[in-house]
T-cell receptor, first 115, second 111 residues
Framework: DVKVTQSSRYLVKRTGEKVFLECVQD?????MFWYRQDPGLGLRLIYF???????EKGDIPEGYSVSREKKERFSLILESASTNQTSMYLC??????????????FGPGTRLTVL | TQLLEQSPQFLSIQEGENLTVYCNSS?????LQWYRQEPGEGPVLLVT?????EVKKLKRLTFQFGDARKDSSLHITAAQTGDTGLYLC???????????FGTGTRLKVLA
């Protein structure tokens, strides 16, 4: 059974804290993604990675950074958390295929609250 | 800029009713996907449509890709309580890894 796991389901942090969100996939997928999900806005892409140590900015990268040191692991970092980063964060992976027809496999999400 | 608009945003219906959800864009996509997300879970792929005018059926769900590949619809026949969830469309462009997600339609089917 294919799986994408995220380190925490719920997280509460204070403004200014450094926050790490971890994502691990067991499908040997090349592509990994971080999204945030807010009501009425759908999923918005923060960053994605198509290979180890490779990353590209998505639509809303400001205030975030990422790390991919191993193929199966993709980390999202909030250097200094702010209240407007309170959201649901979803990690996804997909196999490498430039056709754009691939299924994305999602983790269960991390609901982050920044106080 | 939101490239994919879904309508309606919310829908509450009785079990057994039919419904249609729309996904519209001004952009042409190489493919369009529909996902369903249940509370506490990530989205799960329902279908991918690729060809303009394509129709795909998944039991009581019928998906259609517009002729110009700018829009799509999801029709559910005889809705069941198990259909409750958030429905998301996502467009992709050939040669890119990027997926553009729609704003979502939250469906509640009442027994």
């Amino acid at each position: 059974d294919v799986k994408v796991t995220q380190s925490s389901r719920y997280l509460v942090k204070r403004t200014g804290e450094k926050v790490f969100l971890e994502c691990v996939q067991d499908m040997d997928h090349e592509n990994m993604f971080w999204y945030r999900q807010d009501p009425g806005l759908g999923l918005r892409l923060i960053y994605f990675s198509y290979d180890v140590k490779m990353k590209e900015k998505g639509d809303i990268p400001e205030g975030y950074s990422v790390s991919r040191e191993k193929k199966e692991r993709f980390s999202l970092i909030l250097e200094s958390a702010s209240t407007n980063q309170t959201s649901m964060y979803l990690c996804a992976s997909s196999p490498l295929d430039r056709s754009g027809f691939n299924e994305q496999f999602f983790g269960p999400g991390t609901r982050l609250t920044v106080l | 800029t939101q490239l994919l608009e879904q309508s309606p945003q919310f829908l509450s219906i009785q079990e057994g009713e039919n419904l249609t959800v729309y996904c519209n864009s001004s952009s042409v996509f190489s493919s369009l996907q529909w996902y369903r997300q249940e509370p506490g879970e990530g989205p799960v792929l329902l279908v991918t449509v690729v060809t303009g005018g394509e129709v795909k059926k998944l039991k009581r769900l019928t998906f259609q890709f517009g002729d110009a590949r700018k829009d799509s619809s999801l029709h559910i026949t005889a809705a069941q309580t198990g259909d409750t969830g958030l429905y998301l469309c996502a467009g992709t462009y050939s040669g890119t890894y990027k997926y553009i997600f729609g704003t979502g339609t939250r469906l509640k089917v009442l027994a």
